[in-house]
């Protein structure tokens, strides 16, 4: 059976109160400096992994802005590590930018080895400047890098940049949500990156040109093809519920989403 994990970027704008006026970076900003003091850190942590699990999620994609390398330091990360126990969350995957430079890819890969995470589901300018080092680094720390879809406009182009693939190391993460974007059917994208895939997320929007993400069924992504196409090629893996709104709590949609693809894999 697939894990079904809630991820944390999907509140990005929660320390904002849902008003993010200034797109994600905003909300990103707004995150690191929530959770960066280590004097109310455990009890901000503690108080977003409750949330969670009152929504009756039993995993996590734990968003690298709410752990980050530029500030977390060994009591952070020691403190999250026993939250996250606390709570029995399996951190399905770090999910973010892992840094564009080889010691912020380093930090990241520590940071996910102390947390029990043994996939990086998001991107690294690193991957493209030095590919030695970086597969280098997933070895030593025994994590997978899954590459994740944003800009590119097909699976070609996520395989074109993540060169050849490596079993156990380094594949594609599919974001459901950034294919729609870029118009481009993502049932038939999980298909075709099938015998690469380390991680889904799984997210609907409203348009193709933009990424305005929204309830399952409410968009143009064709989400219960996506999970039945999962199920029909045998997918293993973890699916993250994906919604990320900037102007109001996406907590409603995700419960109704994790009953959705429950019913849909059952």
């Given at each position: 059976?697939?894990?079904?994990?809630?991820?944390?970027?999907?509140?990005?704008?929660?320390?904002?109160?849902?008003?993010?006026?200034?797109?994600?970076?905003?909300?990103?900003?707004?995150?690191?400096?929530?959770?960066?003091?280590?004097?109310?850190?455990?009890?901000?942590?503690?108080?977003?992994l409750g949330?969670?699990?009152?929504?009756?999620?039993?995993?996590?994609?734990?968003?690298?802005?709410?752990?980050?390398?530029?500030?977390?330091?060994?009591?952070?990360?020691?403190?999250?590590?026993?939250?996250?126990a606390k709570?029995?969350?399996?951190?399905?995957?770090?999910?973010?930018?892992?840094?564009?430079?080889?010691?912020?890819?380093?930090?990241?890969?520590?940071?996910?080895?102390?947390?029990?995470?043994?996939?990086?589901?998001?991107?690294?300018?690193?991957?493209?400047?030095?590919?030695?080092?970086?597969?280098?680094?997933?070895?030593?720390?025994?994590?997978?890098?899954?590459?994740?879809?944003?800009?590119?406009?097909?699976?070609?182009?996520?395989?074109?940049?993540?060169?050849d693939p490596?079993?156990?190391?380094?594949?594609?993460?599919?974001?459901?949500?950034?294919?729609?974007?870029?118009?481009?059917?993502?049932?038939?994208?999980?298909?075709?990156?099938?015998?690469?895939?380390?991680?889904?997320?799984?997210?609907?929007?409203?348009?193709?040109?933009?990424?305005?993400?929204?309830?399952?069924?409410?968009?143009?992504?064709?989400?219960?093809?996506?999970?039945?196409?999962?199920?029909?090629?045998?997918?293993?893996?973890?699916?993250?519920?994906?919604?990320?709104?900037?102007?109001?709590?996406?907590?409603?949609?995700?419960?109704?989403?994790?009953?959705?693809?429950?019913?849909?894999?059952?």
């Amino acid at each position: 059976m697939n894990t079904i994990s809630f991820n944390t970027a999907n509140y990005v704008a929660r320390q904002l109160d849902y008003h993010m006026t200034r797109g994600w970076g905003q909300g990103d900003k707004a995150a690191n400096e929530h959770f960066r003091p280590i004097e109310t850190f455990g009890e901000r942590f503690d108080e977003m992994l409750g949330r969670i699990q009152s929504l009756g999620f039993e995993a996590i994609d734990l968003w690298l802005s709410q752990v980050n390398y530029p500030w977390a330091t060994p009591d952070h990360i020691a403190i999250a590590k026993d939250l996250l126990a606390k709570y029995r969350f399996p951190v399905v995957s770090l999910v973010g930018w892992f840094g564009s430079t080889p010691d912020e890819f380093a930090a990241t890969c520590k940071i996910a080895t102390a947390l029990g995470c043994p996939i990086l589901g998001g991107s690294t300018s690193v991957l493209q400047k030095d590919r030695d080092f970086v597969v280098g680094a997933l070895r030593d720390y025994g994590l997978v890098l899954g590459v994740e879809n944003h800009p590119e406009k097909t699976p070609q182009e996520l395989l074109d940049r993540i060169g050849d693939p490596i079993a156990g190391t380094l594949g594609a993460c599919v974001d459901t949500g950034w294919f729609g974007t870029q118009g481009y059917d993502a049932a038939k994208a999980l298909e075709e990156l099938f015998p690469v895939l380390v991680n889904v997320h799984l997210k609907d929007v409203l348009a193709v040109g933009a990424h305005d993400t929204c309830s399952y069924g409410k968009g143009i992504v064709p989400i219960e093809d996506c999970v039945r196409t999962l199920k029909r090629l045998g997918y293993q893996g973890a699916i993250s519920i994906e919604h990320e709104p900037e102007h109001y709590n996406p907590e409603a949609d995700c419960v109704e989403g994790l009953r959705l693809v429950q019913g849909w894999l059952a």
